[in-house]
Nanobody, 120 residues
Framework: QVQLVESGGGLVQAGGSLRLSCAAS????????MGWYRQAPGKQRELVAT???????NYADSVKGRFTISRDNAKNTVYLQMNSLKPEDTAVYYC??????????????WGKGTLVTVSS
């Protein structure tokens, strides 16, 4: 099993910045890609950014140039630096990890989420 714990959410004014952290524990060896998803009220959960163990990143078009995902494999932690925040970035942000070994290949692990609120 893999446990994910997010931190760093909060209230920020438009144009401001926040950094989210996600600490992974448990069967760390079994995961490869990690990332962030978000869910705004009344909307479906959507991908924000992902990063592989090797550092390959992928971003949603809506956050490109404003958000940066990074990963510290030694600390089993993934970060999301969010700059130039907009009110439409308001959502619960969830950390995600994907299994990469036969016993859990393709399995999704989720954190409980952290709320980001951007005021206008």
């Amino acid at each position: 099993q893999v446990q994910l714990v997010e931190s760093g959410g909060g209230l920020v004014q438009a144009g401001g910045s926040l950094r989210l952290s996600c600490a992974a524990s448990g069967s760390i060896f079994s995961i490869n890609a990690m990332g962030w998803y978000r869910q705004a009220p009344g909307k479906q959960r959507e991908l924000v950014a992902t990063i592989t163990t090797g550092g390959t990143t992928n971003y949603a078009d809506s956050v490109k140039g404003r958000f940066t995902i990074s990963r510290d494999n030694a600390k089993n932690t993934v970060y999301l630096q969010m700059n130039s925040l907009k009110p439409e970035d308001t959502a619960v942000y969830y950390c995600n990890a994907v299994g990469a070994v036969p016993i859990n290949y393709g399995m999704d692990y989720w954190g409980k989420g952290t709320l980001v609120t951007v005021s206008s």
